[in-house]
């Protein structure tokens, strides 16, 4: 029950993994975040929407997230609500990303955002049925739907300033068994 350094991978499993992920994300702003990061992510070269640009401004979650799917996009939210499997059930979901700062700390979402950018926007796939929770302190709580195993699995990530990224590993004592 620690967090471990992630690992370098060798350039032959970068190689392959860049060659089956090539595709990259595209994103939707929900209204509980600023539309300026929609412009931001933009200026920086990202496809970005903000759901005022699309009409769904007061629009129920149910709606911006059947957006979403249809589009293909993933949504970046402060709205924890869409972290509810039962409301929202992991077949639907196109990614979703619960982003710090709903407070107005523009510092947490900016850091939140450059973290996320080169892992989840660089390899779209990767993050269909998933959710994804940052905290203040850039701790990520990521629940994806294993196919295999047919539930949900539970990692957490944490980006520290001039560090490894780590993960958390909660069944430590299971695995030595």
């Not at 059947?66 to 039962?86: G, K, V």
């Not at 979703?96 to 407070?103: H, R």
Request: proline share 5%.
């Amino acid at each position: 029950m620690t967090w471990h350094e992630i690992p370098e991978s060798s350039k032959a499993e970068r190689s392959s993994f860049l060659r089956e992920n090539k595709k990259r994300a595209r994103f939707l702003v929900d209204e509980s975040v600023d539309p300026a990061l929609a412009d931001m992510l933009r200026e920086s070269g990202w496809s970005a929407t903000h759901v005022g640009e699309v009409g769904l401004l007061g629009h129920p979650d149910e709606n911006i997230l059947a957006y979403a799917q249809r589009e293909n996009l993933i949504l970046l939210t402060h709205d924890p609500d869409f972290l509810d499997d039962r409301k929202f059930p992991p077949h639907r979901n196109p990614g979703v990303i619960v982003l710090p700062g709903a407070q107005g700390d523009r510092r947490a979402i900016l850091e939140a955002v450059r973290d996320l950018l080169p892992v989840v926007g660089a390899f779209r796939e990767l993050w269909r049925a998933t959710k994804i929770a940052i905290t203040q302190d850039r701790t990520w709580t990521v629940d994806t739907f294993d196919k295999d195993l047919g539930r949900m699995t539970r990692t957490k990530y944490r980006f520290r300033e001039h560090r490894r990224a780590e993960w958390w590993l909660e069944r430590e004592a299971d695995d030595a068994v």
